[in-house]
Structure formats: C-alpha cells, structure tokens
C-alpha cells in the first residue's frame, strides 16, 4: 500500500524560501502523478504543482508560478517542492498525493481532479509571516 510522508514546513519570513519534499513507501512512484495541495484555515484545499511519472511534465496554479518548482527523483521514491518568494498568503498546511497515472492521464495546463488521488500525507505546515 502506498503511503506518503511530507516534510519540510517551517516558519519563515516573507521572501523567504522552503523546500518540502513528500516520500513514499510501500509502492515505487514512477507510475503515479504527484500533486501538492496546501489548505489555510477556512479555505477551501487548493492544488498548487504537479509532476507526471517521469518528471517530464509539470502544472502550477497561476499564484506560484515562477516562485515555486516541483521536481522528482524517482530513485529515492521522493517529490520536492521548493518554494521562494514566499508571501503570508501561501500560509497553509501542504499535502502531497498521489494519482496512478496509467489509470489518469496527464494533461499539460490542469493537475488531477483530487478525487482520483490513490494516496494522501498527513501534510506539512508552512507559515509565512515576520
């Protein structure tokens, strides 16, 4: 059974950088998208990147574009989110999950209805704030 553990959240100030990484166990991760949502109190879960099987292709929501950059290393079973710029909205616990691809097929511009999702961490908290 596939499990996902995200690590990496913190504290830090406005501009800011952090790095989240979400690790997998119990199933190899080349087949399956992964994609990083982030949840702030009261708000709605939003996703925010994902990255195909092969780490070929990559989505971002509009917000973090050019501030964030997803990448994976299938040889550690591990996906990374390094986030710069950060700003006091991008404030919210961050999940990673993961969606098998061959089942879900990856189109360039939109990530994986959440609900398709096989597997989900328990998340990572980041606060932005000085």
Known sequence: QL?????????V???????LSC???GMTLDYYIISWYRQAPGEEREVVSCISGSGGMTNY????KGRFSISRDNAKNKVDLQMNGLKPEDTANYYCAATFQPRVRFVQGQCPPD?????W???????VSS
Do not use: H, I, M, N
């Open 61 to 64: 929501v509009d917000s973090v």
């Open 3 to 11: 499990q996902l553990v995200e690590s990496g959240g913190g504290l």
């Open 121 to 127: 961490g328990q998340g990572t908290q980041v606060t």
């Open 23 to 25: 690790v997998a166990s």
């Open 115 to 119: 609900k398709e999702a096989e597997a």
């Open 13 to 19: 100030q406005p501009g800011g950088s952090l790095r």
